[in-house]
């Protein structure tokens, strides 16, 4: 089998170009340059074998991040896998509004304290660090497995971020925080999207019917862990806004606001206590 003939085996299947091409470069050890400059080379038999059982994870759903064991999120190289929901290009909406709250409105704050609640492959808490050297950074999550996944990345990246382990704010007893960040689940339990996502961690997409369990549980526990004048900013479903702005308001939060991701829905709103 040639390059070219794995490629187009890969874009029978469905398989969009990028795709096809990061498979059989996963496959073959070789980068995508490499692939179009030598469409006539032969594979191995064992990189045949490998291409093609690609292939078929991958036109049966499974996202192509745990298949090459990478995803890229916001210019940091995180590794990850069946244990860990794979880190959007919307989120990073989340960690470009926490910096920009971090240089300008909390930037008296000397050495500010952020926490990541639900921090799964640890995506946002180690941008965040990246991005904002000085901050002190906290993640929780509720899974051992997913903080498995997010200490190995912060040990790879050579961030340093605190994980303790627990729901929500229950590991985190008696701290207070300038800045608090999200991506909790917030899908319904009978959304038919769930179906799509199958092969990625149900509990980091849906904690309830409604979707907005999650939210709520952040938001009613938010106040006891919050400094004065701290933000919290969520990340939810673009059709939750408004329910979340009133969530924010009720529980004395100001300030609110709602910004959209890259394809104009409302994604993340966020206030300050």
Same mark, same amino acid.
């Given at each position: 089998m040639t390059v070219d003939r794995a490629l187009g085996l890969a874009r029978a299947r469905g398989l969009d170009r990028l795709d096809a091409q990061l498979l059989v470069a996963h496959a073959? @050890?070789?980068?995508?340059?490499? *692939?179009?400059?030598? @469409?006539?080379?032969?594979?191995?038999?064992?990189?045949?074998?490998?291409?093609? &059982?690609?292939?078929?994870?991958?036109?049966? @759903?499974?996202?192509?991040?745990?298949?090459?064991?990478?995803k890229e999120f916001h210019g940091l190289m995180l590794q990850v896998d069946a244990r860990?929901?794979?880190?959007?290009?919307?989120?990073?909406? *989340?960690?470009?509004?926490?910096?920009?709250?971090?240089?300008?409105?909390?930037? !008296?704050?000397?050495?500010?304290?952020?926490?990541d609640l639900g921090t799964g492959s640890g995506a946002i808490a180690l941008a965040v660090k990246h991005d904002h050297p000085a901050a002190e950074v906290h993640a929780v999550d509720l899974s051992a497995a997913a903080l498995e996944v997010a200490r190995h990345n912060a040990t790879r990246l050579g961030l340093e971020v605190d994980f303790a382990r627990g729901s929500w704010w229950?590991?985190?007893?008696? $701290?207070?925080?300038? %800045?608090? *960040?999200?991506?909790?689940?917030?899908?319904?339990?009978?959304?038919? !999207?769930?179906d799509g996502l199958r092969s990625e961690p149900r509990s980091a997409l849906t904690c309830g019917s409604t979707g907005l369990e999650a939210l709520?549980?952040?938001?009613?526990?938010?106040? &006891? !862990?919050?400094?004065? @004048?701290?933000? %919290?900013?969520?990340? !939810?479903?673009?059709? $939750?806004?408004? $329910?979340?702005?009133?969530?924010?308001?009720?529980?004395?939060?100001?300030?609110v606001t709602t910004r959209r991701d890259l394809a104009g829905h409302l994604r993340c709103t966020g206030a300050r206590l």
């Amino acid at each position: 089998m040639t390059v070219d003939r794995a490629l187009g085996l890969a874009r029978a299947r469905g398989l969009d170009r990028l795709d096809a091409q990061l498979l059989v470069a996963h496959a073959t @050890g070789r980068n995508r340059a490499w *692939l179009l400059a030598h @469409g006539d080379a032969e594979l191995e038999p064992e990189q045949a074998a490998r291409v093609a &059982a690609l292939i078929d994870r991958r036109a049966s @759903g499974e996202p192509l991040a745990y298949l090459v064991g990478e995803k890229e999120f916001h210019g940091l190289m995180l590794q990850v896998d069946a244990r860990v929901l794979v880190p959007r290009p919307d989120t990073e909406l *989340l960690v470009d509004w926490a910096v920009e709250l971090l240089r300008d409105d909390l930037g !008296h704050v000397v050495r500010p304290r952020v926490v990541d609640l639900g921090t799964g492959s640890g995506a946002i808490a180690l941008a965040v660090k990246h991005d904002h050297p000085a901050a002190e950074v906290h993640a929780v999550d509720l899974s051992a497995a997913a903080l498995e996944v997010a200490r190995h990345n912060a040990t790879r990246l050579g961030l340093e971020v605190d994980f303790a382990r627990g729901s929500w704010w229950d590991a985190l007893r008696g $701290q207070r925080f300038d %800045l608090a *960040l999200a991506n909790p689940p917030y899908i319904g339990g009978e959304d038919p !999207h769930l179906d799509g996502l199958r092969s990625e961690p149900r509990s980091a997409l849906t904690c309830g019917s409604t979707g907005l369990e999650a939210l709520t549980a952040i938001v009613d526990g938010a106040a &006891a !862990h919050l400094t004065a @004048g701290a933000w %919290l900013l969520l990340e !939810h479903g673009f059709a $939750q806004a408004e $329910q979340v702005a009133d969530l924010l308001s009720a529980r004395g939060f100001c300030a609110v606001t709602t910004r959209r991701d890259l394809a104009g829905h409302l994604r993340c709103t966020g206030a300050r206590l």
